[in-house]
């Protein structure tokens, strides 16, 4: 890993690390941040992140808004889908409105990604992003 850090900041590129959860998963090796956490402190490199995917660490840790409020510093991507059944947001038990704003107040400006499986159509599964423009 820190091989590829540092090739990888030569051409200006983050490396980064995702925890995934264990359940859809079966025997993935990272699965919560505090692993990740521990693997970027053994590697020491400035140039190794974490992408924080919301549906995963949901299902291993909860506590998204104090894990993200945290570790904002070490985070690098933010990725979103709901829980259960990964589709979007507004379609399981996450409070996305709490989220969001306890993701702003962090200071985070990066991207935050959708990855999720719409439960209908793609244009339907475009829909929730309406209230949050």
Known sequence: MRFA?????KE???LLIEPLNNRDIPGFYLVRTREALQ???EVSH???WLQYDVY????????????????????AHIQIADN?????PGTGEIIFTNLFRSIDEAGYEGW????????NTRE??????????
């Open 124 to 133: 339907e599964g475009l829909k929730w992003i309406k209230r949050y423009l």
């Open 56 to 75: 995963h660490m949901q299902i291993m840790e909860g506590n998204l808004k104090r894990t993200i409020q945290e570790n904002i510093g070490r985070i």
């Open 84 to 88: 259960p059944g990964r589709h979007e």
């Open 39 to 41: 693997l970027m402190e």
């Open 46 to 48: 400035p140039n190794l």
């Open 12 to 14: 200006s590129i983050r």
């Open 112 to 119: 935050i990604g959708c990855e999720y499986n719409p439960m």
């Open 5 to 9: 850090a540092m090739a990888l900041e």
